[in-house]
């Protein structure tokens, strides 16, 4: 149990264009959902928190109108980079924290999207 | 500031040697401390949660101890094998969020 999955595992775009990437917990319904970047060699970082049906919070230094992020269902959370550069070529992780289990906080992470900006 | 700090070099050692990681934290006081192993281009994996009050933690060939008072946090594998070559992070609860050290990447010789 307690699986969440993203979508696409990788993409390659051309600068200027947007790229949307989904997170879905397959198993379970999630609350709230988190979604890091992680460049190579280094840690996760997480960049905004999204609870379903309402708007996402984002860390600080994170631009809200270029990473946009939907939580519209307790399953599905997405992340859209707008006007993607190179320097936001990264991993991008998503997480999310199970209902049922939120005693011991526990976070399930996404398999990653590799994103590669031209 | 806020850190966690973990081995920044890679650990190698040899097939069934035990590995011991490093974890150490400042200014936080979390109520409990998490390992997760994470392999090439994939997410982190869940491996063990200990919390404040528990001095060390068990799970098949892992074990995981907790010193409040150091802010520190190791863990260990034992009987290691190649297929346990991964990095490893640790992550806290702070501000009500999962922080993450930069991990420590093994390598386990067959």
């Known amino acids: 149990g307690a699986v969440v999955s993203q979508h696409p595992s990788w993409v390659i775009c051309k600068s200027g264009t947007s790229v949307k990437i989904e997170c879905r917990s397959l198993?379970?319904?999630?609350?709230?959902m988190f979604w890091y970047r992680q460049f190579p060699k280094q840690s996760l970082m997480l960049m905004a928190t999204?609870?379903?049906?309402?708007?996402?919070?984002?860390e600080q230094g994170v631009e809200k109108d270029k990473f946009l992020i939907n939580h519209a269902s307790l399953t599905l959370s997405t992340l859209t980079v707008t006007s993607a550069h190179p320097e936001d070529s990264s991993f991008y992780i998503c997480?999310?924290?199970?209902?049922?289990?939120?005693?011991?906080?526990?976070?399930?992470f996404g398999p990653g999207t590799r994103l590669t900006v031209l | 500031s806020q850190k966690i700090e973990q081995n920044s070099e890679a650990l190698n050692i040899q097939e069934g040697k035990t590995a011991t990681l490093t974890c150490n934290y400042t200014?936080?006081?979390?109520?409990?401390l998490q390992w997760y192993r994470q392999d090439p281009g994939r997410g982190p994996v869940f491996l063990l949660l200990?919390?404040?009050?528990?001095k060390e933690k068990r799970k098949e060939r892992l074990k995981v101890t907790f010193d409040t008072t150091l802010k520190q946090s190791l863990f260990h594998i034992t009987a290691s094998q190649p297929a346990d070559s991964a990095t490893y992070l640790c992550?806290?609860?702070?501000?009500?969020?999962?922080?993450f050290g930069q991990g420590t990447e093994l390598s386990v010789k067959p």
């Open positions: 997480s999310a924290r199970d209902l049922a289990r939120d005693l011991v906080n526990e976070q399930f």
């Open positions: 198993d379970f319904q999630a609350t709230t």
């Open positions: 999204s609870n379903e049906g309402s708007k996402a919070t984002y």
């Open positions: 200014n936080y006081s979390p109520a409990y």
């Open positions: 200990i919390r404040e009050n528990e």
């Open positions: 992550a806290l609860r702070g501000g009500g969020k999962l922080i």
